[in-house]
């Protein structure tokens, strides 16, 4: 584990940098989940997440030549802002490398902290891609690399959010979910809850689609991913660093997986009901509850909420996505007869009192008897499904659904 005196010395070292985060009692989900839960506000850092902590506490402690020389990182985004915003901060000027699929938000966001001092490249699909990349320019160009986590500086760094949670609760804390990526946040702070309240329960959340630390965990070792879902960005990587992996092994209690259709039903709760916005990282320790529902009862929570670096563009597909997880949302191929009225018969017939159709594609194809149709059906309960299907079928509609078949449903969302 990192040793915790280290950690209060980054915590000394970020004083005059970083935010110290309000330790917020939320009402809605504590009455939800009948409970006290407490959110650590990381959304409201000064780069809107918590990787600054780690990255200056890093760049602090470099030699006066390696900070002449410059440094590289590798991030999907709020890292790479944190390392942006040190560079402004200390003057030193850095090669940021990114994937080219990062939001635009982000990119723009990191140019704007670093200023003159930043140069962002945008390299491959994942993150994965854009470390290789930044490692081989890092090698040929004699920089220091500023890694996003699997570095005991960074990690000190990152356990600074431990130390505010504790001298900012006044109660003993049960449970704390913290977001997993590479490792480097849960790692900080697990380290720090190990040493000063042992009997905390740390529990690791990751998006179901980039399991690394989950699978780590559970092969006794580093593994890596052969494919990941992006979407989660700023926890989507193929590999946890050795170090990180390490660590949680000794501090980490559970580990969660989240469908990222959650993560974005969430992200949407707590705009709509709490007015906050949080980027799909942020959301994990949060849409991860209900798996915890019945351990959590009358217990005291932290959830780390990581980010907010949304990009407002993103805002359809979460809300796609959302719909297709609650059940309300589903897609069809549907073969009508090809003959007048036949489409007049299915929403006569088929189509439920509170169904609506958001979606149809048709083209009339001549010398055939029946044409194919696209439809998209939202419904008003996920309940209604069975009756459209049991529909559909009673009245001999030829029809396939496609919200399983990645490849056709790729094509709509």
């Known amino acids: ?19 110290a985060t ?15 839960i407490l959110l650590k506000r990381e959304d409201l850092q000064v780069v809107r997440s918590y990787k600054i902590r780690g990255a200056y506490n890093k760049m602090a402690q470099l030699d006066p030549v390696q900070l002449k020389n410059g440094i590289t990182c590798a991030s999907a985004g709020n890292h790479a ?8 901060q200390m003057k030193v000027h850095g090669h940021i ?21 930043v140069e962002v490249i945008l390299h491959g699909d994942t993150f994965d891609d854009a470390y290789h990349q930044a490692t081989l ?26 130390l505010e949670i504790l001298e900012d609760c006044n109660k003993t804390i049960d449970y704390v979910f913290a977001g997993v990526g590479g490792g480097g946040l849960i790692s900080g702070l697990g380290s720090c809850f190990r040493q000063i309240s042992p009997n ?27 494919t990941i879902d992006s979407f989660v960005d700023g926890a989507a990587v193929k590999k946890v660093g050795d170090i990180t992996f390490a660590i949680a092994q000794e501090v980490v209690d559970d580990m969660l997986l989240v ?26 320790t949060i849409g991860a509850l209900d798996q915890y529902r019945d351990q959590i009862k009358g217990k005291t929570v932290v959830c780390v909420v990581s980010g907010s670096n949304n990009d407002i563009t993103r805002t359809e597909e979460i809300k796609e996505r959302s719909l297709l997880y609650e059940g309300l949302k589903h897609y069809f191929i549907i073969k009508f007869p090809q003959r007048p009225g036949a489409l007049k018969e299915f929403l006569n017939h088929v189509l439920g009192p509170h169904d609506d159709i958001t979606h149809f594609e048709y083209t009339k194809k ?47 969302i």
């Open 1 to 19: 584990m990192i040793n915790v005196e280290n950690i209060y010395r980054a915590k000394i070292r970020l004083k005059d940098i970083v935010t």
């Open 22 to 36: 309000p330790l917020t009692y939320n009402h809605n989900l504590s009455e939800k989940y009948q409970c006290t």
């Open 81 to 88: 802002q944190g390392v942006a915003f040190a560079c402004n």
């Open 97 to 117: 490398f990114m994937p080219a699929v990062t939001p635009q938000q982000k990119i723009s966001k990191v140019r704007s902290f670093g200023k003159s001092y």
């Open 137 to 162: 320019f890092t090698e040929k160009e004699g920089k220091t690399f500023i890694h996003p986590f699997n570095d005991e500086k960074i990690i000190e760094g990152q356990g600074t959010v431990g």
């Open 200 to 226: 905390t329960k740390i529990i690791g959340v990751e998006p179901e689609g980039a399991p690394a630390m989950f699978e780590a965990l559970k092969a006794g070792k580093v593994v890596a991913l052969d």
């Open 259 to 284: 469908k990222e259709g959650k993560v974005c039903s969430t992200i949407l709760q707590l705009y709509n009901e709490e007015g906050i916005v949080v980027e799909p990282a942020g959301a994990l």
């Open 366 to 412: 001549h010398n055939r008897e029946l044409g194919p149709a696209v439809i998209g059906i939202l419904l008003q309960d996920p309940a209604d499904y069975p009756q459209l299907v049991a529909r559909m079928q009673q009245h001999n509609m030829h029809f396939q659904t496609i919200n399983d078949q990645e490849l056709l449903f790729g094509l709509l």
